[in-house]
């Protein structure tokens, strides 16, 4: 079977000191695809000097001879595609393949490779399986089951959108399998050796006894992960234990600027724990951090994320893991046996709309949108920090969690995975073309008969959308009680990341009845609140609901 790789230069990072997981992703699968394929001959589509080049430099840095590499002109379809079965790209846009393959009467599949599913242009991208010639030999491989639950949703607010819009009943037709990435774990293996972990804890100033939460990736509180719930569970475990604890943080700041923001929620939060942020360019740690770390902790709560590939490479480094119920995390874990998860939860589907919306007109950026939508995600950190706990006061417990996590590391071997792509794709050979049209099924015609509300198809409601990536979604029964101090509500409001979104909540005196509320009841229902307020935007109330969990001003009982 003929496959071509349709390939996009990546490797230069945006800012110096800076590379984004897709990077990491696409750079890491081309690699392993040169290692692992079954192929005699490499087949790439390119449309630009610049990918020709990083193609062959990476080549020749994986010892790849030079006369197995094929590199054709993408932009030449009825010239270079038709001896290809297979076109594959290491992300989900598919350009203009797929009008190139009717305007070349060619027959090949064609399959993308989903990473982050979240903002406009990736709804775009997804429009065009939608709207372009596709069939069911075509597929987007998702690297969790949440990605492929959001693109489904996707798929499907498109099919309702033009059901309601002209009266045509499609659903797209194209595969959604999936696979997880792979991750190097013998490169994160190499660096985990007893001298390195000497150097580098002494390098941080901690001591053999001492215990440190390690966190690797991307600092942002907009596109990655809001800090707080590390932040009191690092400070909980330290009070709770009498250890000396450290959070770790490495990565980079986005923006750089925001650095100041996390050191002064930090000190607000942690007077016992020690809180460290360690570039990921620092000199002093060129093979990262990973022999310094006891515990890996890493509280995801933003939509941005569809796999996570540091929770995988702790395994491999041997730390237990304690990390959000959230997307493709959860997929590596089974909570109790081989790492904890920590619940999230989010408000219910329809509450996210005003959110969508200012995608629409750059009213906001896309990392705006993700902040603004993250405001509304709680990630429970009292159950992060009896975890925690549990694992510093028993170390047996520790190796046990790690060594049995590592039984899972051949499923991210990009030996095994590689193979498991050229299957994926010969199986989509086989495959029937049906006809584009088909039925809608009773999920769309409700949508259409009950709500006449037209949303764009490229700003879907993100509650909707990505419903599948928190452990559940705020309902009616949900029991809440107060549990911060009026001093504490004043100092958390004090720091911007904290309210950011105060615009899409209720307004700052129904805050203070809403709390009044709590303060005066043992728990309340999410019920009870909306009773206590019945003029407020019922969408901006769940928002705030939401808000106020992830905040820590309120708990879930």
């Known amino acids: 079977m003929t496959i071509a790789i349709h390939y996009t230069a990546v490797r230069t990072p945006q800012k110096p000191g800076q590379i984004y997981g897709i990077q990491i992703a696409i750079l890491d699968w081309l690699r392993a695809w040169l290692r692992h394929a079954r192929q005699e001959v490499f087949t790439f589509l390119v449309t630009d000097e610049a990918s020709q080049k990083e193609l062959l430099a990476i080549a020749a840095e994986e010892g790849i001879d030079p006369a197995r590499l094929k590199i054709l002109d993408g932009r030449f379809p009825r010239e270079n595609f038709g001896e290809i079965e297979t076109i594959f790209r290491p992300d989900p846009d598919p350009r203009d393949v797929l009008w190139q393959r009717a305007y070349a009467g060619a027959s090949f ?20 399986f939608c709207l372009a010639p596709t069939s069911a030999r075509d597929a987007i491989i998702c690297p969790s089951k949440a990605i492929a639950s959001a693109i489904r949703h996707y798929f499907e607010h498109s099919s309702a959108f033009m059901a309601q819009r002209f009266g045509v009943a499609y659903d797209c037709p194209v595969q959604l399998p999936v696979l997880p990435l792979g991750v190097d774990t013998a490169r994160i293996k190499a660096r985990v050796l007893p001298e390195r972990r000497a150097a580098q804890r002494a390098a941080l100033g901690v001591g053999a006894d001492d215990i440190v939460l390690l966190w690797v990736g991307r600092l942002s509180y907009a596109i990655k992960a809001h800090p707080l719930p590390m932040f009191r569970a690092a400070e909980e475990a330290a009070k709770r234990t009498g250890k000396n604890v450290h959070l770790v943080m490495q990565g980079y700041f986005v923006p750089q600027e925001s650095g100041a923001e996390f050191a002064a929620l930090a ?14 360019d620092d000199v002093r740690f060129p093979d990262g951090l990973w022999a310094a770390g006891d515990i890996f902790l890493s509280l995801v709560d933003n939509m941005q994320e569809s796999f996570g590939l540091t929770p995988i490479e702790a395994i491999a480094a041997g730390l237990p893991r304690v990390i959000s119920d959230w997307d493709g995390y959860r997929d590596s874990v089974t909570h109790g046996e081989d790492g904890f998860l920590v619940p999230t939860i989010q408000p219910p589907a329809g509450a996210g709309v005003d959110l969508a919306a200012t995608l629409l007109g750059n009213r906001e950026t896309y990392g705006g949108y993700l902040a603004l939508t993250a405001q509304c995600v709680a990630v429970d950190h009292a159950v992060a920090s009896d975890a925690i706990v549990k694992l510093i006061e028993e170390p047996a417990l520790r190796a046990r969690i790690a060594d049995k996590a590592k039984e899972r590391l051949p499923a991210y071997d990009w030996a095994r995975l590689i193979p498991a792509y050229e299957d994926l794709w ?28 037209i949303i764009h198809p490229h700003a879907p409601d993100p509650f909707t959308m990505y419903r599948a990536f928190p452990s559940e979604t705020l309902t009616p029964e949900t029991k809440i009680l107060l549990s911060a101090s009026m001093e504490e509500i004043q100092m958390l409001f004090r720091h911007k990341m904290n309210t950011l979104a105060a615009g899409f909540m209720i307004d700052g005196p129904s805050v203070q009845t809403l709390l009044n509320e709590l ?33 820590g001003i309120t708990l879930r009982c």
């Open 109 to 128: 599949s064609f399959c993308g490779l989903a990473h982050a599913v979240s903002g406009l242009e990736t709804a775009q991208v997804l429009e065009q």
């Open 267 to 280: 000190k607000d939060i942690c007077a016992t724990a020690k809180v460290h942020f360690i570039a990921a």
């Open 426 to 453: 010969a199986a989509q050979r086989e495959e029937k073309q049906p006809s584009c049209q088909t039925t809608l099924d009773a999920r769309h015609r409700e949508h259409n008969t009950k709500d006449n509300t």
């Open 519 to 551: 303060s005066v009841r043992k728990e309340a229902t999410v019920s009870d609140l909306f009773s206590a307020l019945p003029t407020c935007d019922k969408a901006a109330l769940w928002r705030t609901i939401g808000w106020l969990l992830k905040l």
